[in-house]
């Protein structure tokens, strides 16, 4: 029930910004956390960003602290990522993720919590 549909990326130059958005439908019922993960040529799929779908929580990958912001549209039931700064290490595929809230003591940066993605959408950031 649960879908996830990325958009926005891009090429881009190195100090640039862009802005991803994942639609989402089937997280009104539970409690979930939406993360974006990326993976680069040749490497694993990494932990970016993620939030509560409720607000109550967010956490930031050490690599995107300060560059990147993660956030929740309400209205549109869509959560974006804008990416400022933007470096050639940040290339990569960016994929939407959820997970259901199954316990207090939950996590939000574990891959393999991660139940449902999106089809990933690439970003490339030029020198």
């Known amino acids: 029930q649960v879908q996830l549909a990325e958009s926005g990326g891009g090429l881009v130059q190195a100090g640039a910004s862009l802005r991803l958005s994942c639609a989402a439908s089937g997280l009104t019922s539970s409690g979930f956390v939406l993360g974006w993960f990326r993976q680069a040529p040749g490497k694993g799929r990494e932990f970016v960003a993620a939030m509560t779908w409720s607000g109550s929580s967010l956490k930031y990958a050490d690599s995107v602290k300060g560059r990147f912001t993660i956030s929740r549209e309400n209205a549109k039931n869509t959560v974006v990522l804008q990416m400022n700064s933007l470096k050639p290490d940040d290339t990569a595929v960016y994929y939407c993720?959820?997970?259901?809230?199954?316990?207090?003591?939950?996590?939000?940066?574990?891959?393999?919590?991660?139940?449902?993605w999106g089809q990933g959408t690439q970003v490339t950031v030029s020198s």
């Open positions: 993720a959820a997970r259901r809230i199954r316990s207090i003591l939950y996590t939000m940066d574990q891959r393999d919590e991660y139940e449902y």
